[in-house]
């Protein structure tokens, strides 16, 4: 009888732990306006060329944007936008996932630096689009890189939750 | 610890509003899990607001999965558990 009462409360506090680690892990994971933020800012980044004329300065103002952002980071040992919220996701590192992430990015790298550029020409024509290849360009950079990150995002998830 | 153990770090306040306990409460628990060794704390300040942020040592997170484990253990041995087919 003590040992099935022991039992139980060894259970609960088993439930609790879960619920405690769901949690604090839904509160770290990326949020998902970040996800729709990075689409929208590459694509426009990319679709700047077709209608600023100095699109340097745009790409200097991205630059500089993100050299802030590194330096408050490795000056922080940590994330601005896990400061902000308080939480910061535990994130080792992952050999499996780095090599995966790297080898599919520079897939995607070498196929763009030698298919991007016509590939835009021939949707934006097809979609009479034909002004703005730049545009379409950026709409499939932000789609594919916005997947990536967010694949990597879910691969590390799962490598954390079964690592526990 | 169970909520470090799921985080890098976490704020002091995050952690207070997750357990659901006052200030002092957990103060005193932090202060036993720090002089065990099984957490850090890192105060920085924000202008005068002091922020202290809570993070598991890798032997406290080892000590915290030997604890859900030896509960699993303890779990397994309902009735219901021991008479689940395998």
Same mark, same amino acid.
């Given at each position: 009888?003590?040992?099935?009462?022991?039992?139980?409360?060894?259970?609960?506090?088993?439930?609790?732990?879960?619920?405690?680690?769901?949690?604090?892990?839904?509160?770290?994971?990326?949020?998902?306006?970040?996800?729709?933020?990075?689409?929208?800012?590459?694509?426009?980044?990319?679709?700047?060329?077709?209608?600023?004329?100095?699109?340097?300065?745009?790409?200097?103002?991205?630059?500089?944007?993100?050299?802030?952002?590194?330096?408050?980071?490795?000056?922080?040992?940590?994330?601005?936008?896990?400061?902000?919220?308080?939480?910061?996701?535990?994130?080792?590192?992952?050999?499996?996932?780095?090599?995966?992430?790297?080898?599919?990015?520079?897939?995607?790298?070498?196929?763009?630096?030698?298919?991007?550029?016509?590939?835009?020409?021939?949707?934006?024509?097809?979609?009479?689009?034909?002004?703005?290849?730049?545009?379409?360009?950026?709409?499939?950079?932000?789609?594919?890189?916005?997947?990536?990150?967010?694949?990597?995002?879910?691969?590390?998830?799962?490598?954390?939750?079964?690592?526990? | 610890?169970?909520?470090?153990?799921?985080?890098?770090?976490?704020?002091?306040?995050?952690?207070?509003?997750?357990?659901?306990?006052?200030?002092?409460?957990?103060?005193?628990?932090?202060?036993?899990?720090?002089?065990?060794?099984?957490? *850090?704390?890192?105060?920085?300040?924000?202008?005068?607001?002091?922020?202290?942020?809570?993070?598991?040592?890798?032997?406290?997170?080892?000590?915290?999965? *030997?604890?859900?484990?030896?509960?699993?253990?303890?779990?397994?041995?309902?009735?219901?558990?021991r008479g689940r087919p395998e």
């Open positions: 009888m003590e040992r099935d009462e022991q039992a139980q409360a060894a259970a609960q506090a088993l439930t609790a732990v879960r619920a405690h680690q769901e949690r604090t892990e839904r509160a770290a994971r990326v949020p998902p306006w970040f996800y729709v933020a990075m689409f929208l800012l590459i694509a426009a980044v990319t679709a700047a060329n077709d209608f600023v004329t100095q699109p340097k300065v745009i790409a200097a103002v991205v630059l500089v944007a993100l050299v802030v952002v590194l330096v408050v980071a490795f000056a922080g040992r940590s994330a601005p936008l896990s400061r902000l919220r308080g939480v910061q996701r535990r994130q080792r590192f992952h050999p499996r996932i780095f090599g995966v992430t790297l080898l599919v990015g520079a897939v995607g790298a070498w196929l763009i630096s030698q298919y991007g550029t016509a590939a835009a020409n021939g949707i934006a024509g097809g979609l009479g689009l034909r002004g703005y290849p730049n545009t379409v360009l950026g709409v499939v950079y932000a789609a594919v890189f916005t997947a990536l990150f967010a694949a990597v995002q879910t691969m590390v998830a799962r490598s954390e939750r079964d690592g526990r | 610890m169970s909520v470090l153990s799921a985080a890098d770090w976490c704020d002091f306040a995050f952690l207070r509003d997750e357990v659901a306990l006052s200030d002092s409460a957990l103060s005193k628990q932090l202060t036993t899990l720090k002089n065990d060794g099984q957490i *850090e704390q890192h105060r920085a300040y924000i202008g005068r607001v002091p922020k202290t942020t809570v993070r598991a040592t890798d032997s406290g997170i080892q000590r915290f999965r *030997e604890h859900v484990a030896a509960l699993q253990a303890i779990a397994d041995r309902t009735p219901a558990s």
